[in-house]
């Protein structure tokens, strides 16, 4: 039984309503007009308690009528005939109305505020709605009225009859009524019970001593209005949301007066006219706004909502209306419109029966919007009708704060500093955001209520919920997604693909990017992310039900657990496309719309929740000025070692993330547009990248269609792999294994390289059958040598090497293109030692592979395409060098060929081939040289001009000849191959010879220039130097390019047979020059006699030091063969001498030891006569 304390109304009323549902003959009514009391007699008890007694003498009925009148017929009682209210009717109301007593009561109530009523009107207006509420004979006319509404609706046909429980039954469930009298009824009686809060059953018990406390009013008759007393329960209102809110100074209303306070707000909300204060405090609102809406199920409360924060709007009328949607907000049931939208759905998805909560809880609109959301989002129907509402009532959460009591509490702090004045139009939320996301002070309690809010209202489902951002981004979505229809979840995907680009507003960015702070930090916010990907992050990453929250998992948890295995590596469990689902591994679907996710929260760190936790100090720390897009990541990226270890681990592996899915890096992708659609578009197609659209742009860095944010943003991504191998996606995964095997403990990524490159180096010079890195590992290690050849800050060891230098010699020169390297070589002569020492090594490993000489290979890409197509890699350079003087040779090519040999006749170490050619031959004539020298540092070509007097001496070995007679004509025809030369001459070439270097030609014009002013050479050294080359030239005519051209068709005609080499061809020359019947050419003829003039010159200067010398310049003559046969001649001549002038010798030998032998004779008989004489002394004695 609907007893009063349950349904806290009571019989609310029961009129003459007879009249009203009648037809035009009341006397055809007469069954109800009998059921009907003599209302006379009704207004004469009633005014028997009335102090005035001129009222009950007024209020006699007349025979025959009944007290409403409604209808036409009869002489009933008619409160326009009475004479405390005749005036004031005939002054306010229209005449027409005049015989219908509920009308007249309806225009008495609604009077404008500006007039007045007398006061023995209001007390017979008063007595006259008491009587018709307490009498229960007027039961029988509802029961009359609604005869086939009462048999539809089961609870009220089983009310007892006689106490008034009927007609409050038929109050609650009036919206189920659809009979259209008695519905009638039963609004007219409503609005009568509504203008007191007295004539509601229970209420003035239940409430009296809130009345009394919160001051809202008095009970006394005559001290208020008495048919006005809504202000009361306005007032009542007010002190129920101050408690919710817990303002200062609020008082705690009793438990039983807040259930009849929101039974009073749920019975009046179908029609605005019951809520007595808001209908005085909008009614010229409503003439305003709503003029053409019809009153009834709420349509003018919704009007006026959405009217809330016009500027037109009265501030009295705003600050009612916000206190019914506080009262919305606190039981749903007080919006007629959403409660019969939304019963079905609500019974449904038992969303009011949950016994682990709270009743109060359940009837909160926040409830009910999360249960039929979580339904919504589970793919579940919810009618069109209740999600309408539910639409326009998360609009409504979101447009004004202070309808959520949690805002209001935690938040209010921050809302007094930084977002006073911002009421209006979702202005203080979205500030609130600003707040948490940009400062990152805000109280956590707040930031719950605001991440709570963001769930309730679920903007991401539909952008339109967010009024501040749908009017910030109208012009984009026009523009940027006008082919999304409006209200599509695809419609924040869709700004945010243009977040930071042309067509994005500075006002759009912002309110965009508040929004999507709050978003990612829930997973379920995002409707397309949700429904791809709840079966998999409630299977792999324990994640709950829409509607369920977890106090234990930090916020971006699910979304991080996600993309995590979005990004399996084969290590960790992925498998092939063709292979069943793995329990590891994400759905297509799912990985898919993580991966879009990821690509555009990449654009703000701080839509990363995980690192923009651990790495909160260290972005203050490092990173406070960056304000720009994408700056504080690659800010974190640059300062990577000096992070904490949390904030490096997770920019780490974000930065691991991006190796393998280059797209997640938004900006630098829409930079890189253009060269990708020309060169790179087939690769950015592929749903999996891998890594293979980084290496594309890489490699079209410099392209034409390459810009300078692409370059630069893609030049910083390659400085940021170099600190961890594992930022390559593809060298990791190529060179993991072999890492772990070769190169334990090291991390940075040119160690690695290095690492693993010294050991093929090592393995192939020792020809090893099974070299120790795996092929697939050595093909990408190649990718990665070439890639840090393009730029010096790509090798951290040489660009600290040369930092200074490079401030010093290279300030101007961009980075890039090798350009930096470039200048440090060109300078290489006023480098520090160890800059130097760095660079000579990194030309040395640049000789031994070409392919490593950035600058090179760039300029000479065509060149190496049309003549060294099939050459090998290591022999690119020798195959450019032998087609460098080709017609179709590029000038540019051949001008960085020319450069590349210069550095190579510098030092033999710099040319591979000539140093395994002369292997044997440098340290067997060449040693003092090498005791001399320093590592790094070099020769200045002083051992290959040793060589070069050996091949004239020709001692060499055929292969280290070879390589030398190639050297030597090269040389020959540029003066600049020749360091020595070139170092010698320095002031002597610019003195003498300054027109040929002018002309450029690199035919010989200048070595033959100083040839023809030896005479004039002052600098020993020089002269020295062109000596030896006048000596070189003996030995082969290939090495004297001017005689060799002025000589060609005479070599042809007269020497064809003759190999070259050895100087064969020159003698072969002389030999025809000496020949008179031979006839050579004119200019081959002169060259030929300047040449001999030159020789003999240079031996008068510098004659041979020695035997060894002299038969060196005898035997490397072109007139060897006349020399040693004159020589031979000499010889015999002198022989036939010899025997001559040995018989004449032997002859006067003989005749002297036959003179000298008679002598002695003589002498013996001399010395015998003397021994006989006395006086004889011995001659040796005399001595």
């Known amino acids: 039984m609907a007893a009063c304390g349950r349904v806290q109304l009571p019989l609310l009323f029961v009129a003459l309503s007879a009249l009203i549902c009648s037809t035009e003959g009341a006397k055809s009514q007469g069954g109800v007009n009998d059921n009907v009391a003599d209302t006379g007699e009704i207004i004469k008890s009633g005014g028997a308690a009335l102090q005035d007694g001129r009222l009950a003498a007024a209020s006699q009925p007349r025979r025959g009528g009944g007290v409403g009148g409604g209808g036409g017929g009869g002489g009933g009682w008619r409160l326009s005939e009475e004479q405390a209210c005749r005036e004031d009717i005939t002054r306010l109301c229209p005449k027409h109305s005049w015989s219908n007593n509920l009308a007249v009561l309806e225009c008495l109530q609604d009077r404008k505020e500006d007039t007045e009523i007398s006061a023995d009107c209001n007390h017979l207006l008063w007595n006259y709605k008491l009587n018709l509420t307490k009498d229960p004979k007027f039961e029988s006319v509802a029961v009359e009225v609604c005869k086939s509404s009462i048999s539809e609706i089961k609870e009220c046909a089983a009310e007892e009859r006689g106490k008034g429980y009927l007609v409050s039954c038929l109050v609650d469930h009036r919206v189920n009524i659809t009979e259209y009298q008695c519905s009638q009824y039963i609004t007219k009686m409503t609005s009568i019970i509504f203008s007191n809060y007295r004539f509601i059953c229970g209420f003035m018990e239940k409430c009296m001593d809130d009345i009394n406390t919160l001051r809202c009013g008095s009970v006394n008759i005559g001290e208020k209005d008495l048919h006005s007393q809504g202000e009361v329960v306005a007032c009542l209102e007010k002190g129920l949301v101050s408690e919710v809110e817990e303002q200062p100074g609020h008082y705690t209303i009793r438990e039983e007066c807040k259930k009849a306070i929101m039974r009073v707000a749920e019975l009046s909300s179908d029609d605005f006219h019951l809520d007595r204060h808001l209908y005085f405090a909008c009614r010229d609102d409503r003439e305003r706004f709503c003029e053409n809406t019809a009153a009834g199920e709420g349509r003018v409360y919704k009007c006026l909502f959405n009217h809330k924060f ?376 592929n749903q999996i990248d891998t890594g293979d659209l980084m290496e594309c742009l890489i490699l079209n860095k410099h392209q034409k269609e390459m810009n300078e944010k692409c370059a630069v943003g893609v030049t910083h991504f390659q400085l940021i792999q170099m600190k961890d191998f594992r930022f390559s996606y593809k060298f990791k995964m190529a060179c993991k294994e072999d890492v772990l095997k070769l190169c334990p403990n090291i991390k940075k990524k040119v160690d690695v390289v290095i690492c693993l490159s010294t050991t093929v180096r090592n393995d192939t010079l020792q020809e090893v059958k099974d070299q120790r890195v795996s092929m697939k590992c050595r093909r990408q290690l190649r990718v990665e040598e070439l890639e840090m050849s393009e730029d010096i800050r790509l090798d951290p060891d040489l660009y600290e090497s040369c930092r200074q230098d490079i401030k010093d010699h290279c300030q101007n020169v961009l980075f890039g293109n090798a350009q930096v390297i470039e200048c440090l070589k060109e300078s290489k002569k006023h480098l520090t030692q160890r800059c130097h020492q760095k660079i000579f090594k990194l030309q040395e490993n640049e000789m031994i592979d070409p392919e490593l000489d950035f600058q090179l290979m760039r300029v000479c890409k065509q060149m190496i395409r049309r003549f060294c197509s099939e050459s090998d890699s290591k022999n690119m350079l020798q195959c450019l060098k032998q087609n460098k003087n080709s017609e179709l040779m590029d000038p540019k090519c051949k001008q960085m060929i020319t450069k590349r040999q210069i550095t190579q006749n510098t030092d033999y170490r710099l040319n591979p081939v000539l140093r395994k050619a002369c292997k044997a031959d440098i340290p067997k004539f060449c040693q003092p040289i090498l005791n001399k020298a320093k590592d790094d540092n070099e020769l200045e070509g002083q051992v290959i001009s040793c060589l070069k007097l050996k091949y004239a001496d020709q001692r060499l070995s055929p292969d280290c000849e070879d390589q030398i007679r190639v050297i030597l004509q090269e040389s020959a025809l540029d003066y600049r191959l020749d360091p020595q030369l070139q170092m010698q001459c320095t002031e002597e070439i610019p003195r003498l010879c300054a027109e040929e270097v002018a002309a450029q030609e690199q035919t010989g014009q200048v070595e033959e220039c100083l040839k023809v002013n030896l005479l004039k050479i002052k600098h020993e050294g020089c002269k020295k130097e062109v000596l030896n080359i006048l000596k070189e030239s003996k030995a082969d005519i290939f090495v004297d390019p001017v005689l060799h051209t002025a000589c060609a068709l005479d070599i042809k005609h007269q020497c064809a047979a003759i190999p070259p080499g050895r100087g064969r061809q020159m003698s072969c020359l002389m030999e025809a020059l000496q020949d008179k019947r031979v006839r050579l050419q004119p200019e081959c003829k002169k060259r030929l006699q300047d040449r001999i003039d030159m020789w003999s010159y240079a031996a008068k200067v510098a004659p041979a030091e020695g035997f060894g010398d002299l038969a060196t310049q005898v035997l490397s003559s072109p007139a060897k063969s006349y020399i040693l046969t004159m020589m031979g001649m000499c010889v015999v001549l002198l022989f036939l001498m010899g025997l001559l002038c040995g018989r004449i010798t032997k002859r006067v030998t003989q005749e002297l030891k036959d003179r000298k032998l008679g002598d002695r004779c003589t002498v013996n008989g001399l010395f015998s006569q003397a021994r006989n004489r006395k006086d004889y002394t011995p001659l040796d004695q005399s001595y």
């Open 310 to 685: 016009e500027d037109t709007m009265s501030g009295k009328c705003r600050e009612a209306l916000s206190t019914r949607q506080k009262l919305i907000a606190q039981d749903y049931k007080v919006s007629y419109s959403l409660a019969k939208a939304c019963k079905q759905d609500l019974r449904k998805y038992r969303c009011s029966v949950d016994t682990t909560l709270p009743r109060a809880r359940e009837a909160k609109l926040s409830y009910l919007l999360l249960c039929l959301e979580s339904a919504v989002h589970r793919g579940r129907t919810v009618s069109g009708e209740c999600q309408g509402e539910m639409l326009d009532y998360r609009r409504m959460l979101m447009e004004d704060y202070s309808l959520s009591p949690e805002i209001v509490l935690h938040c209010r702090g921050e809302i007094d500093t930084h977002c006073s004045g911002l009421h209006h139009k979702g202005r203080t939320l979205h500030c609130l955001m600003r707040v948490s996301r940009d400062k990152g002070i805000m109280d956590n309690m707040c930031q719950k209520a605001l991440q709570t809010l963001i769930q309730e209202t679920d903007p991401g489902a539909d952008y339109r919920i967010d009024r501040a951002l749908n009017e910030a981004c109208e012009s984009v979505i026009q523009t940027a997604c006008k082919h999304i229809r409006s209200g599509d979840p695809m419609i924040l995907s869709c700004l945010m693909e243009h977040l930071y680009t042309d067509k994005m507003v500075e006002d759009c960015e912002h309110r965009l990017l508040e929004l999507q702070y709050f978003i990612s930090r829930d997973w379920k916010l995002d409707p397309i992310l949700y429904r791809k990907c709840q079966n998999d992050a409630a299977r792999i990453c324990h994640a709950h039900a829409w509607n369920e929250t977890s106090e234990f998992m930090p916020p971006g948890a699910v979304f991080s657990c996600l993309y995590r295995h979005a990004y399996r590596t084969e290590e960790q469990g992925r498998r092939d496309s063709s292979e069943p689902q793995s329990d590891g591994l994400l759905s297509r679907d799912c990985k898919t719309e993580v991966q879009r996710i990821l690509h555009q929260r990449a654009l703000d760190v701080k839509l990363d929740p995980d690192l923009q936790r651990r790495c909160m100090t260290d972005l203050g720390k490092w990173c406070s000025e960056k304000t720009e897009p994408g700056q504080e990541l690659e800010c974190l990226q640059d300062h990577l070692e000096d992070l904490g270890s949390e904030c490096r681990d997770v920019v780490g592996n974000l930065t691991e993330l991006e190796s393998e899915d280059i797209q997640i890096e938004a900006l630098l992708i829409r930079a890189c547009e253009p060269v990708i659609q020309s060169h790179c578009h087939e690769v950015a197609d």
